[in-house]
């Protein structure tokens, strides 16, 4: 077992600011909002980035790992719900607005889905076994088509996000996922 050396007070603080100044790009720009802006914005050279961040993957699974844990227990939670085909869908619905937070992300996720050194693989992987778990006990309750694989329903989800995205209005992303569930109910 390695020991961690705690952080500095003072890289304690950047990596905080380039953790807040990451997030405010990224909504703004999406994921391909400029790393040297985001450094210039947090008060630090591109190399303090580099030295806590080295890729953009790492700063954003940084950002994303608290969201997408929180979904993936979210999931585990409505496992219990007396109404599996809802539990899917309110499950799905949250991940869709984890997931919508950044202009770039639906797609960078549903990438991190099948590769493995993606440093998102791992959040986005324990996402999807737990919502396996959803879909398997919906299909179970007689509720969900038997044909519906968890990495379809993903795969619909960012669709749906991404379309969702370009709709006018609020809540497009909502409107899209409720029709696709109409299509996914057990007849």
């Known amino acids: 077992m390695t020991d961690v050396k705690p952080m500095r007070a003072d890289a304690r603080r950047n990596y905080e600011r380039l953790l807040e100044e990451a997030q405010r790009a990224f909504a703004e720009h999406g994921v391909e909002a400029s790393l040297e802006e985001i450094a210039r914005r947090a008060g630090v050279g591109i190399g303090t980035l580099y030295r806590h961040f080295p890729t953009r993957d790492a700063l954003l699974e940084t950002l994303l790992r608290a969201r997408f844990d929180a979904q993936a227990e979210r ?8 109404e599996p085909l809802n539990a899917l869908h309110t499950w799905l619905a949250g991940l869709g ?7 770039g992300l639906v797609e960078l996720t549903a990438d991190a889905l099948n590769d493995e050194t ?43 996000s991404w379309a969702g995205g370009h709709l006018p209005g609020e809540g497009g992303m909502q409107r899209l996922l409720a029709l696709v569930f109409e299509g996914l109910r057990a007849s």
């Open 118 to 160: 993606s440093r998102l693989y791992e959040s986005c992987h324990a996402m999807r076994e737990v919502g396996s778990q959803l879909v398997e006990r919906a299909k179970r309750a007689g509720e969900l088509r038997e044909d519906v694989t968890a990495h379809e329903l993903l795969l619909l989800l960012h669709a749906a």
């Open 75 to 82: 999931a585990r939670e409505l496992l219990a719900h007396p």
């Open 97 to 103: 607005d984890a997931t919508g937070t950044f202009r």
